[in-house]
């Protein structure tokens, strides 16, 4: 029998506490946006550079409408003007995003061959996860060889701050981000999920300090792993490598040894990536 793990949305529940919105006003932001992206994708290797007038020909709006949203993707970097001509092109803000998609490409892709080996070595559950806004994603999550196991679940969101993978991923946070992150709401998903701000700092000191994370039944009911972070060749968390299964397999005695074979799959990875320990940023 499979033990089967569901995603669970806390925002789903936030959600409905919310006060009703103006249907209008959400309306006209969200056409705004779509109306943002889509002079973005108006831009093409032919159309390098546009002016005003064209691109509000091509979009088919005013002329006011594409010059607020011009400037204001120019003020975050997305666009560019040719002081000269005054045309614009898209900015290098782009490339800079661009880099982040890049990068979880190649984590995804580099760590393959080593995933599928720890999983040979532990016969559990294998994940590489990322983080984005309040959940870890898991990029892969191989399965486990044996009868009873996890469900694996590629691209299923999990809570950060109480999965393995999420407390490595968090240690890697700069303060002001951290700050950031715990300002959002957190529902427990254990009685002992680290909800409290100081029961959440307190696993993540002890990540940097180990090196690795521990998940003990914090996520879900029978649940433990152990993860290690991913470093980026700039020496920050680009991501995390976890092993997780039954607590019936996977005994407290273990969780030491586990970690230095999970640890080692992570720095293997790492070094893939450009990593040196010389360059690991201390926080």
């Known amino acids: 029998m499979e033990t089967q793990i569901l995603p669970h949305d806390p ?3 936030e959600a409905k506490k919310q006060p009703n919105r103006n249907p209008r006003r959400d309306s006209a932001r969200l056409s705004s ?4 992206i889509h002079l973005m994708k108006t831009f093409s290797a032919r159309d390098e550079d546009l002016g005003i007038s064209e691109l509000a020909k091509r979009l088919g709006v005013a002329k006011s409408t594409v010059h607020r949203l011009a400037s204001a993707l120019l003020d975050e970097g997305l666009l560019q003007q040719n002081p000269e001509t005054g045309r614009y092109c898209l900015g290098v803000g782009l490339f800079t995003l661009g880099s982040l998609v890049r990068a979880r490409l190649d984590v995804a892709a580099e760590s393959r061959n080593i995933l599928n080996e720890l999983r040979e070595k532990t016969g559990e559950n294998v994940r590489l996860a990322v983080l984005e806004r309040q959940s870890a994603v898991l990029l892969h999550d191989l399965e486990s060889p044996q009868t009873l196991r996890l469900r694996s679940a ?3 969101l999990r809570p950060a701050f109480c999965s393995a993978e999420g407390l490595c991923l968090l240690s890697g946070l700069r303060e002001p981000e951290l700050k950031k992150f715990l300002t959002l709401p957190r529902v427990a998903r254990m009685p002992n999920s680290p909800v409290e701000e100081e029961a959440l700092r307190l696993h993540l000191r002890k990540v940097k300090r180990q090196g690795y994370a521990v998940e003990d039944e914090i996520c879900d009911e029978g649940t433990r792993g152990i993860a290690a ?3 980026n060749g700039d020496g920050r968390v680009l991501a995390a490598v976890g092993v997780a299964g039954p607590r019936v397999r996977i005994r407290k005695s273990q969780f030491p040894k586990m970690a230095q074979v999970v640890i080692a799959a992570a720095d ?9 320990r010389r360059q690991k940023i201390y926080l």
Not at 33 to 36: L, P
Not at 269 to 274: C, K, P, T, V
Request: aromatic share 10%.
């Open 11 to 13: 925002a789903a529940s």
């Open 33 to 36: 946006v779509t109306t943002a």
């Open 154 to 156: 590629t691209g299923q």
């Open 229 to 231: 972070p991913i470093y």
């Open 268 to 276: 293997q990875i790492s070094e893939r990536l450009g990593y040196s």
